[in-house]
């Protein structure tokens, strides 16, 4: 049986959209809990596992948990710089490019206990929406407290409302928050990760 000393496990993360503010660049981003990549070390050997099957998403996620593993902070890929800041913060968060880099303005656990979140990939190319700051502050507001008509006000211009479900164009594809279920093929159930990095150490008896 191979046996690991240190593990490390890093969440998928979604690019909901972007904003402009003042002319500071921005994104609202959301890791995922239940898609993962972990990166195992033992006896001088390191070992991937992952139950992400998207090639491009798994790339992401391994690029990330990568850079975490050499001590890398700031890539200059602002996609992997985004999903390096989300494994380490957690919740759904915005983040600003400024002179010194990515950073956060505003974080906020998500209350998935009210919540349920889905994630219907794209088929062809698709690409976030560009939307006011202020809606996006509005949404996280709103997962933050449970309560669904912030959300649904705020969705009202980052993309759209139907049947009390909240539908978002992001990177990876559409995604759905509602209170409800759905069943529909095509929708993947994903979890909100508000901490979402990992990291183990492990001491093996060598006796």
């Keep these: 049986m191979w046996m690991y000393s240190e593990l490390y496990s890093c969440p998928l993360t979604v690019i909901l959209g972007t904003f402009t503010y003042r002319g500071y660049k921005g994104w609202s981003v959301l890791p995922i809990l239940n898609y993962r990549v972990s990166i195992l070390r033992g006896d001088d050997a390191w070992r991937t596992v992952t139950n992400i099957r998207e ?9 990330t948990c990568r850079s975490i593993v050499d001590g890398i ?3 200059g890929n602002i996609v992997i710089d985004l999903s390096l800041n989300a494994s380490f913060y957690g919740g759904i968060g915005t983040y ?5 880099g990515l950073r956060p303005l505003s974080l906020d656990i998500v209350n998935t206990m ?3 979140f889905y994630l219907r990939p794209y088929t062809s190319g698709g690409s976030y929406v560009e939307g006011r700051l202020e809606d996006w502050l509005l949404l996280q507001t709103g997962l933050r407290e449970g309560l669904m008509k912030p959300v649904l006000d705020a969705c009202e211009s980052l993309g759209s409302v139907k049947d009390d479900t909240c539908i978002i164009n992001s990177d990876l594809g559409e995604v759905a928050i509602t209170r409800g279920y759905i069943n529909e093929d095509g929708w993947l159930h994903i979890v909100p990760d508000n901490s979402p990095f990992r990291h183990v150490l492990t001491r093996v008896n060598q006796s």
């Design 55 to 63: 090639p491009q998403w798994y790339k992401r996620c391994l690029d």
């Design 114 to 116: 009210v919540f349920k």
């Design 73 to 75: 902070t700031s890539t």
């Design 96 to 100: 600003i490019l400024l002179e010194t």
